[in-house]
């Protein structure tokens, strides 16, 4: 998915690298460094249900491109997140790519829908909201 911000790439990759600002709009990570090689975990769910998510960092490209391994504890399945970001027209549009979903298990909880609204509401008004605020 991709969402234009009106906010320079610098912004919007501090938002999405330093844990500090992460801590802010994404997940309560305990520990994030934009390092291949990282490895970080952090938990989320729902009402019902939480689950430890475990991160390592693949490739970082400073103010253009971050990705990670993204999987559940005690669940099959790998997949990867990667965020890219592009100057537009003085502000940033993020290209956000969740791939290998298709490898969790053929759970409610890990169905494509739920991954769609997670990221839409995570890039369209979280993020948004952050990196847009004065």
């Given at each position: 998915?991709?969402?234009?911000?009106?906010?320079?790439?610098?912004?919007?990759?501090?938002?999405?690298?330093?844990?500090?600002?992460?801590?802010?709009?994404?997940?309560?990570?305990?520990?994030?460094?934009?390092?291949?090689?990282?490895?970080?975990?952090?938990?989320?769910?729902?009402?019902?249900?939480?689950?430890?998510?475990?991160?390592?960092?693949?490739?970082?490209?400073?103010?253009?491109?971050?990705?990670?391994?993204?999987?559940?504890?005690?669940?099959?399945?790998?997949?990867l997140v990667t965020f890219e970001l592009f100057p537009e027209n003085g502000g940033t549009r993020l290209k956000l790519t969740h791939e290998g979903?298709?490898?969790?298990?053929?759970?409610?909880?890990?169905?494509?829908?739920?991954?769609?609204?997670?990221?839409?509401?995570?890039?369209?008004?979280?993020?948004?909201?952050?990196?847009?605020?004065?």
């Open positions: 998915m991709e969402r234009v911000y009106n906010a320079p790439v610098s912004k919007v990759w501090k938002a999405i690298s330093d844990n500090d600002q992460m801590k802010q709009w994404y997940f309560d990570i305990a520990e994030f460094k934009a390092e291949p090689g990282f490895e970080f975990r952090f938990e989320a769910g729902d009402k019902n249900m939480t689950y430890v998510h475990l991160c390592v960092v693949k490739e970082v490209i400073p103010g253009k491109k971050l990705s990670y391994t993204w999987r559940y504890e005690g669940y099959e399945g790998d997949s979903l298709e490898t969790f298990p053929p759970i409610a909880a890990f169905a494509k829908q739920n991954f769609v609204m997670g990221w839409t509401d995570i890039t369209g008004r979280m993020l948004k909201e952050f990196v847009e605020k004065a």
